[in-house]
């Protein structure tokens, strides 16, 4: 009886875990049940939403004739340099705007007024500035990111728990070694947050800027598809950008599980 009650138990646990695995993929499931059936039963021309077999006809075509590769290739290369470079940035400026109310007293203000500027109020601007070349797509998608770096790592230096810096300075730490082995290690769940969120800004800021003013690149093809009048062809590049920008965001959330795991059991919630 008692075995009988724990394999049920066992059961039922693997069944939630199945579904809480299962449950995100219903709503794209059911759009894409709704996308078919539509398209089969005419409910919406094939010249406004073209069934899914062409959409992935064309995706085959792609790959094939080497576009999808080379403007996937180049769509992640501005993405990871402007990302890479507004991450950095903002890391070291949230360091600052954290470890010193000085800086915050300065500098904060004039932030929060700028960063209430959206990424294509910039564009004119920057037209002017670099033109329509590679450093346009850079400094926007690296702005993108710049922003929740910048609070994140603000907020994750300023949540050191008391008790830890105290125990630090009790054991003689000098600054620069409370901040190595008390602080970093204390923002670390912040940082990683605001990591995924910049790079899902960063991703979001290189589609626009590509539809806007680019001749490769994976928001090209969706212009090109639209002034063409392929919808086939921007159904497909729009399935690209999202299937990478979830396996991305996937893989950022693996690494926050595993700094999470590695994080002392101090600094833990």
């Known amino acids: 009886m008692a075995n009988d009650a724990k394999a049920q138990a066992n059961l039922q646990r693997r069944a939630r875990a199945v579904g809480w695995h299962l449950a995100p993929w219903l709503l794209p499931a059911a759009l894409f049940a709704l996308w078919s059936i539509g398209c089969e039963r005419g409910w919406i021309a094939p010249q406004i939403l073209p069934p899914p077999q062409i959409v992935f006809d064309t995706l085959s075509d792609l790959a094939r004739s080497g576009d999808l590769?080379?403007?996937?290739?180049?769509?992640?290369?501005?993405?990871?340099?402007?990302?890479?470079?507004?991450?950095?940035a903002g890391f070291l400026i949230g360091a600052a705007l954290g470890l010193s109310r000085t800086v915050e007293s300065y500098v904060l203000p004039g932030f929060n007024a700028l960063v209430q500027i959206p990424v294509l109020g910039w564009l004119p601007f920057l037209l002017l500035l670099v033109g329509v070349a590679e450093p346009l797509k850079y400094i926007l998608i690296a702005h993108a990111a710049l922003v929740p770096?910048?609070?994140?790592?603000?907020?994750?230096?300023?949540?050191?728990?008391?008790?830890?810096?105290e125990v630090a300075r009790g054991f003689g730490y000098g600054r620069w070694q409370r901040i190595a082995y008390v602080v970093l290690p204390a923002a670390v769940p912040t940082l990683a947050t605001g990591v995924r969120l910049a790079f899902t800004k960063a991703w979001l800021a290189l589609v626009v800027v590509e539809l806007v003013a680019s001749s490769e690149g994976l928001g090209y093809l969706i212009v090109s598809g639209r002034q063409l009048f392929q919808l086939d062809l921007v159904m497909a590049s729009v399935v690209i950008v999202g299937a990478i920008g979830f396996a991305i965001n996937r893989l950022l959330d693996a690494l926050e599980a595993r700094l999470r795991r590695g994080q002392p059991s101090a600094f833990r919630e």
């Open 69 to 88: 590769a080379h403007h996937t290739l180049v769509s992640l290369q501005r993405v990871l340099l402007g990302f890479g470079a507004g991450t950095l």
């Open 149 to 165: 770096v910048t609070l994140s790592t603000m907020q994750g230096f300023r949540q050191t728990p008391a008790a830890l810096d």
